[in-house]
């Protein structure tokens, strides 16, 4: 009987911090909304691509935020540019690939 309690236990534990971890990523981290913020009040718009090792204002799918990506010209993360200044740049592109 023991067992089946910690079985049931272990179970009710997974299943809540499942859901706790999901509901965490629900909310949109403050440095994302204030790179939103900034890019709407400054004109500025979305360049993947062209950024540097840790150097992303966020990215599409890969990873929630500022500061986190892996590698250098990643086509899913983006740092904020003036408009028009993205496809001047080589590899630059206004779309995530």
Same mark, same amino acid.
């Given at each position: 009987?023991?067992?089946? %309690?910690?079985? @049931?236990?272990? %179970?009710?534990?997974?299943? &809540?911090?499942?859901? =706790? %971890? #999901?509901?965490? =990523? @629900?909310?949109?981290? #403050?440095?994302?909304? *204030?790179?939103? @913020?900034?890019?709407? +009040?400054?004109? %500025?718009?979305? $360049? ?9 204002? $966020?990215?599409? &799918?890969?990873?929630? $935020?500022?500061?986190? =990506?892996?590698? @250098?010209? *990643? +086509?899913? +993360?983006?740092? /904020? /540019?003036?408009? &028009?200044? $993205?496809?001047?740049?080589? &590899? ?6």
């Amino acid at each position: 009987m023991n067992r089946n %309690l910690s079985i @049931a236990g272990a %179970l009710t534990t997974a299943i &809540g911090m499942a859901v =706790a %971890l #999901q509901a965490a =990523a @629900a909310e949109t981290p #403050q440095v994302v909304k *204030d790179n939103m @913020a900034r890019a709407q +009040s400054q004109h %500025l718009e979305k $360049c993947y691509g062209v950024n540097s090792v840790a150097k992303n204002d $966020c990215a599409e &799918g890969v990873h929630s $935020c500022a500061g986190q =990506a892996t590698m @250098a010209r *990643d +086509s899913k +993360s983006f740092v /904020l /540019l003036p408009a &028009g200044d $993205c496809l001047k740049i080589q &590899g630059g592109s206004t779309k995530a690939m």
